[in-house]
């Protein structure tokens, strides 16, 4: 199941890549990335895609840090960190225990399966930030209020338009599924990570 989570997430990014006609080299070794993805990601494709993609979406000196406070990084980790909130109420709503993780398992992380079932949708908040934030801003009321509002925007999950909360709570009852069956082919997801 990790295996394919990586894969959906790495295949989404590079949705986001394409729909912003960035290079397609990058591209094209974001798809060869996807597809060499092991059981447990043990060679690391998706940490490898991450770096890359981020360069390509935000520039060759963007570097990814969570307790940044560049503009970029404000906005990705505020957008996670609300994505990250709708993922567990999905996720404990179903029953789920949000410490019981497939890929990541850190002890002191309460959050551990949140964090595995939101990685699918993270390109949603990686394209509003592309396209709503610039360089030299500040992360504003206005802006988090924008960000918060592309919850209910669109996106493709099992052949149909739903919103992004919709899309959370179907992508988890598919995980319970795909889970229950052994069968990852159950496993409903978001086609593109494109939300309009």
Partial sequence: MWKKIVQIKIYNQTSILKLLKKNPEVIQRMIQFANSVEPGDATNRE?????????????????RERGAVDAFNSALNYGYIVLRSCVARAVTAHGLHPALGIGHRNQYNAFNLVDDCMEVFRPVIDLWVVLSVKEEDYLTREMKQQLIARLSAK???????????????????????????RDVDLLQYPADGIAI
Avoid: C, H, P, W
Wanted: aromatic share 12%.
């Fill in 47 to 63: 940490g490898i895609a991450a770096s890359l993609y981020f360069k390509e979406l935000l520039g060759d000196s963007f570097r």
């Fill in 155 to 181: 996106i493709n999950i099992g052949g149909q338009k739903q919103t992004v909360l919709n899309a959370i709570d179907l992508f988890i009852q598919s995980f319970i599924k795909a889970m229950n069956n």
